[in-house]
């Protein structure tokens, strides 16, 4: 195959920041993706209706009309949100998931939950709603290993979260572990998961072997190889309970190559690429539509774009740039560490 032609994808877990960098890094999602689930741990967090607002006026603001793109809003969790204020902005539209973020888990997420206890009552009327919760599925203890975090949140937080409030529709966001997927695969109707760009391609020896790499930094951190390859198998079955959530997450270089980096990796220019060369490789490009463009309306019950892509290999590889400019300086881009033939040719 040297073109295919698929529904026009979504992408179910972005960073598009604010300000300069949010004007910098939009149009490179817009362009390919119809929709995305805009995370909003901002500073200060997105957690009232009228700051999802504002939000959204000021994504809208700064993308390129022509490309047809909407950002789908979530509310930040926090201990004191509203479950009333939840319901009400979930009727009107305008948001379609909360976030849930442990307390110091990962970038911006210091006003994050520690004690579920706390927020019970607004997980249980997004249940009674059918509001999905995504989860950054970590615990934060700092005597757990930093590889065991998702296996351990999922056993001593999510499970027991789940069978506390049985109709809450979760997203465990960014899965890295074959723990996770197991558990997805085993957990129902009302669990599914999202799997990076990056974390198909990159193990945890990409990051620390042979020098550190600070570019491929990020949180949940990659795991072993084992574990990447059951992300693959899950992102290439046709099972829905698997999608698409880039977790794209621009940082300026200033921020990664610091004594104390910053967690996150650039993937939004070269993700559809990055995709098609691995879903060709392990012969499956016929389930790439499924995982970036149906998979994912299916469980936030929208329906799927009519608008398509078309992919169309090349014989010389894609050259992408190696980094963005923004006007507080330079943000790499991902590097697969492979060259990439597909192309983008045309959405519409």
């Given amino acids: 195959m040297t073109q295919m032609t698929i529904r026009r994808p979504d992408d179910w877990h972005l960073h598009l920041r604010d300000g300069a960098m949010l004007g910098a890094v939009i149009d490179d999602t817009a362009r390919h993706f119809a929709r995305a689930i805009i995370m909003p741990n901002l500073v200060p967090p997105v957690v009232t209706g009228a700051e999802a607002a504002a939000y959204r006026d000021r994504i809208m603001a700064c993308v390129n ?5 909407t950002p789908l809003m979530t509310l930040y969790l926090t201990e004191t949100t509203d479950p009333d204020d939840v319901a009400a902005v979930a009727k009107s539209g305008l948001i379609n998931a909360v976030k849930l973020y442990p307390a110091g888990a990962t970038t911006n997420s210091a006003s994050g939950v520690r004690d579920l206890d706390k927020v019970i009552v607004v997980l249980e009327k997004m249940a009674e709603i059918g509001l999905p919760l995504c989860v950054h599925g970590e615990v934060t203890d700092p ?3 930093i590889f065991d975090r998702e296996a351990v949140f999922i056993e001593t937080v999510l499970d027991p979260l789940r069978r506390r409030v049985p ?3 979760v997203v ?3 899965v890295t572990t074959s723990d996770g997927v197991d558990y997805v695969r085993s957990g129902g109707a009302n669990i599914a998961a999202t799997i990076t760009t990056h974390h198909l391609f990159i193990n945890r020896n ?5 020098g550190i790499r600070p570019h491929y930094y990020c949180l949940p951190v990659a795991k072993r190889e084992s574990h990447r390859r059951a992300l693959i198998a899950a992102a290439i079955s046709d099972d829905g309970s698997f999608f698409l959530g880039t977790d794209s997450a621009p940082h300026l270089d200033a921020a990664k190559l610091m004594a104390c980096g910053c967690a996150g990796i650039y993937t939004a220019p070269n993700t559809m690429s990055c995709l098609a060369h691995i879903f060709e490789a392990e012969d499956a490009l016929d389930q790439l539509e499924g995982f970036t463009s149906l998979h ?3 469980f936030y019950r929208l329906p799927v774009n009519e608008d398509r892509i078309t992919l169309v290999k090349q014989d010389a590889p894609v050259i ?3 980094s963005r400019a923004t006007p507080d300086g330079p943000l790499t881009i991902f590097d697969c560490g492979t060259p990439l033939y597909w192309a983008v040719q045309d959405a519409k």
């Fill in 65 to 69: 009309p022509s490309h047809g793109f």
């Fill in 143 to 145: 005597q757990i290993d």
């Fill in 167 to 169: 109709d809450l529709r």
């Fill in 172 to 174: 465990l966001e960014h």
């Fill in 206 to 210: 990409h990051i620390l072997a042979g």
């Fill in 296 to 298: 994912g309306p299916g």
């Fill in 320 to 322: 992408y740039p190696e």
